[in-house]
């Protein structure tokens, strides 16, 4: 049943990053990517339509996997539990990550803020879903 679990998060976990993405980058923020347009590889290529949802299942699937093998330590309880570990995993990979992405590649630095605001509702959001589906099945009895 946990490895279910595990599985399903980690879908939603990558189905909330890819709306989330489409909303940050293509609705809100897309003005700044149409702006470094010649670094990104053309939208009908095989590693935008495979390769990212891929890519974001993956993400999502370690994601849920540090949820389980960290549980005990996360602070907080019940649902905001999984809502401190997304806000931990953003402060520690995406806030230095995205500033990294633009110190090595010429883009807008617009983008870093959108890429700010992306991990931040995506991991906030998984965060509290892999919390939910898990419920209190991996408090100690």
């Known amino acids: 049943m946990m490895v279910i679990r595990w599985i399903v998060s980690g879908g939603v976990v990558a189905i909330i990053s890819q709306v989330v993405s489409f909303i940050i980058y293509g609705l809100i923020f897309g003005k700044f990517c149409a702006m470094s347009e010649g670094i990104w590889r053309p939208m009908n290529d095989i590693c935008w339509t495979v390769g990212m949802p891929l890519t974001d299942l993956l993400a999502g699937l370690m ?4 949820y389980l093998l960290l549980y005990k330590g996360i602070p907080d309880k019940g649902i905001n539990k999984g809502f401190t570990f997304g806000l931990i995993v953003w402060l520690m990979a995406r806030v230095p990550g995205e500033l ?5 590649i010429p883009i807008h630095r617009m983008l870093v803020f959108a890429g700010w605001l992306q991990g931040l509702l995506s ?6 879903v892999i919390s939910a589906i898990y419920g209190k099945t991996l408090e100690e009895k």
């Not at 990294?100 to 090595?104: G, H, L, Q, R, S």
């Not at 991991?123 to 509290?128: D, E, H, N, V």
């Open 63 to 66: 994601f849920a996997l540090g």
């Open 123 to 128: 991991l906030c959001l998984g965060g509290l």
């Open 100 to 104: 990294y992405f633009y110190t090595m």
